[in-house]
Nanobody
């Protein structure tokens, strides 16, 4: 399984970015796809989506970020609006198999595969 992210960059506070992640090498349906971010500390689960398009967000991004997927294109997205300086981090696409729970999908121990990461920088 390979995950390749794109779409990071630098924006001023209040701006928007959309991250993309192309997933290849897995055709099953029992899985979760997630976005994590990491600064100096541990990796934090940001949002996750299962094969039924059920989503879960961490509280700090709820209402500002939207996770979605295009199953025909095997692509995961993260639309980020009203970005804040505290959103600055390296963002990672992640996949966990098989699906167990949305909560586990938001934890690093629930991840089987990681992308290489894409940097998001928000200036104040």
């Amino acid at each position: 399984v390979q995950l390749v992210e794109s779409g990071g960059g630098s924006v001023p506070a209040g701006g928007s970015l959309t991250l993309s992640c192309v997933v290849s090498g897995y055709t099953g349906t029992s899985r979760c796809l997630s976005w994590f971010r990491q600064t100096a500390g541990e990796r934090e689960g940001v949002a996750t989506i299962d094969n039924s398009d059920i989503t879960l967000y961490t509280d700090s991004v709820s209402g500002r970020f939207t996770i979605s997927q295009d199953k025909s294109e095997h692509t995961l997205y993260l639309q980020m609006n009203n970005l804040k300086p505290e959103d600055t981090a390296m963002y990672f696409c992640a996949a966990g198999y098989p699906y167990t729970s949305a909560r586990l999908c938001m934890l690093s121990r629930g991840v089987d595969y990681w992308g290489q990461g894409t940097q998001v920088t928000v200036s104040s």
